[in-house]
T-cell receptor, first 117, second 115 residues
């Protein structure tokens, strides 16, 4: 079984300052990890994915995340926040080892990011 | 390339009624998954279909069902609606094999309100 814990339900930053959204995961197998973003009244958009290649993953819109197996973490960062980054962010784990779980994602509870001018 | 299309986008039903939601995946994507999103429970996996067969199922009652057609389009049905079924229902598609198998592309969702 796998699970995801997003450590902050709300994060507030000023425009131009760094963003850190924290995520810890638990998985019995080698996981695939993702960050998705959801803007109000919209569907989910993939920001980035980790699938056992490089541990530092770069995504869209300047976001990146680092996979740390020893800490079971996959934190999302961005050097400088923009007003358009305000949205809800979901850390997601998927397990594909030994079966056909391709479509079954386990979502964290989400972190709402607020960006102040 | 067109994205994942869900219809209808918004609908209102009353308790006891049933509802059918439709999802057209990205062309070439053979796997379709459904998720329910509510403020209290977050995003929860409903089921996944591949080649017209249900491949995975989440922990939802039998009132929730789905199917997939030969063109990969999918529908989900909720019978005997309850107030707690009010939610955003999201459909996602993927290529279902290879390195991109578990990368899901989501539609905008169907927002169901049960009165």
């Amino acid at each position: 079984a796998q699970s995801v814990t997003q450590l902050d339900s709300h994060v507030s930053v000023s425009e131009g300052t760094p963003v850190l959204l924290r995520c810890n995961y638990s998985s019995s197998y080698s996981p695939s990890l993702f960050w998705y973003v959801q803007h109000p009244n919209k569907g989910l958009q993939l920001l980035l994915k980790y699938t056992s290649a490089a541990t530092l993953v770069k995504g869209i819109n300047g976001f990146e995340a680092e996979f740390k197996k020893s800490e079971t973490s996959f934190h999302l960062t961005k050097p400088s926040a923009h007003m358009s980054d305000a949205a809800e962010y979901f850390c997601v784990v998927s397990v594909t080892a030994g079966g056909t779980s391709y479509g079954k994602l386990t979502f964290g509870q989400g972190t709402i990011l607020t960006v102040h001018p | 390339k067109a994205g994942v299309t869900q219809t209808p986008r918004y609908l209102i039903k009353t308790r006891g009624q049933q509802v059918t939601l439709s999802c057209s995946p990205i062309s070439g994507h053979r796997s379709v998954s459904w998720y329910q999103q509510t403020p209290g429970q977050g995003l929860q996996f409903l089921f996944e279909y591949f080649s017209e067969t249900q491949r995975n199922k989440g922990n939802f009652p039998g009132r929730f069902s789905g199917r997939q057609f030969s063109n990969s389009r999918s529908e989900m049905n909720v019978s005997t609606l309850e107030l707690g079924d009010s939610a955003l229902y999201l459909c996602a598609s993927s290529v279902a094999r290879g390195s991109g198998a578990n990368v899901l592309t989501f539609g905008a969702g169907s927002r169901l309100t049960v009165l």
